[in-house]
């Protein structure tokens, strides 16, 4: 499995991912899944992956051939973010198409996802999902975060404290704890993380991170957060078991 | 979808369920999913049930029955809860197998699973998982928690905070806001919220709580443990960007 998030803020956004990939619990590997491909000083695009990993790697080799050799479409050469996504798209199908019918013969699921964001001269930064049916959907002002691949154990800590207003470092914060409670809890999710934090116009990216296992201040962040959340225990006033006037028996006992 | 979580310590157990049911998204209703079969005095018993309301609904009917016709084994009669637990996965097949071939004729799955939390006297209490086959597990010390349903959103936080060793008013604080966070994340689990804290060896339910949407404690709660996320956030040291000494196109960039 796989976990990878992007968040977007007026400021700029954030892009993150684990890097365990299995093939059942007997074949774990590591690989990376967050992707540059940003022309620095005109436009920066970032990309996430997860699903079936012959399929992603096939599709990010592609996009980089592409520019490579200077094809006439390409991920430097699009003019939007919007025809970025739609060029991504149309290459997941395409690379899906091939294989699909060798895997599904043998039950493998060719299925995968992306996130991609970015921004080009000029215009506004943009975060999209695309599924693996290669349609795709962008992240708004009222839902500033999409991810992909192993999604629930990190998602209530996104739905408790972000928005399009949070400060990008905190958005970075609240990325790397969302990756981590999910590593805690599946061990289909691990390190290391790939975390970058883009700051809107600057067109190149400046911030990155990779937290290896054992890294000290991936070790720093969890023991201050497991603290905190102890912490918060203590500030939530005691449940008052005489809240409920009725007898337990009139009202949760089957009769 | 339902969530459902048993949480066991050394001075006793925690009980937790919403109260949400949904067959599709148009077709929502409120069913209690939390049920108490105690013989206060003689034993403890609570039960958690997570799957198809038709199934779960009629195993119910049916420990219920076979206590008020006084059958020779029934809740109140068997031993041991290990033996408790064998006659609800005997009656959970039962069940199951009356209805299956009619149910999964037109694609509806007879599936269900359940939470069996108890005490008898003198002896230890206990908490079960029962799987929809009929089999069953039982919590340890080294995994004081099992849970049945939507389990995913609100596990990180059982992860992080609880031990064998946690203190039971904790404990049913910290299952309060695992329910809580799942249903702020999914709208396939929803109020009201049964919880039931038992202290080991009273051999009686004293303490519970049915939590309605709305209700303040509820409100209050959410307030204060969100405050205490973001106020997390600042405790955690800064992310140092410049940790890694590599360049970003070497490391995370494709080549």
Same mark, same amino acid.
């Given at each position: ?48 992956? @997860?699903?079936? !990993? ?20 390409? !991920? ?45 001269? #000029?215009?506004?930064?943009? !975060? ?9 959907? %962008? ?31 905190? @958005? ?26 883009? #700051?809107?116009?600057? !067109? ?38 005489? %809240? ?12």
């Amino acid at each position: 499995m796989t976990y990878c998030l992007g968040i977007i803020t007026d400021t700029g956004f954030v892009m993150a991912s684990d890097s365990r990939t299995n093939a059942g619990v007997d074949h774990i590997s590591t690989y990376r899944k967050l992707f540059d491909f940003s022309k620095p000083g005109d436009r920066v695009i970032l990309l996430c992956t @997860a699903g079936n !990993l012959s399929v992603t790697q096939g599709i990010v080799s592609e996009l980089d051939r592409d520019i490579k050799s200077q094809e006439d479409v390409n !991920l430097h050469s699009l003019p939007s973010m919007y025809e970025v996504a739609r060029y991504i798209g149309t290459k997941l199908r395409k690379v899906q198409e091939i294989d699909e019918h060798w895997l599904k013969k043998d039950g493998i699921e060719p299925k995968c996802s992306m996130l991609l964001s970015g921004q080009i001269k #000029e215009q506004e930064p943009c !975060l999209f999902l695309i599924y693996s049916q290669g349609n795709f959907i %962008h992240a708004t002002k009222e839902t500033p975060f999409l991810q992909i691949g192993e999604t629930k154990y990190g998602k209530p800590i996104l739905d408790r404290t972000l928005s399009f207003r949070t400060h990008l470092e905190a @958005a970075a914060k609240c990325a790397l704890l969302s990756i981590d409670s999910t590593m805690k809890s599946n061990i289909s999710v691990g390190p290391p993380i790939n975390l970058v934090l883009y #700051e809107k116009d600057s !067109l190149e990216i400046k911030n990155f991170l990779k937290l290896r296992l054992g890294d000290p201040y991936l070790a720093k962040i969890r023991k201050v957060w497991e603290e905190c959340l102890k912490q918060g225990f203590n500030e939530i006033p005691d449940i008052d078991w005489q %809240h409920r006037g009725s007898d337990f028996s009139e009202d949760v006992l089957i009769d």
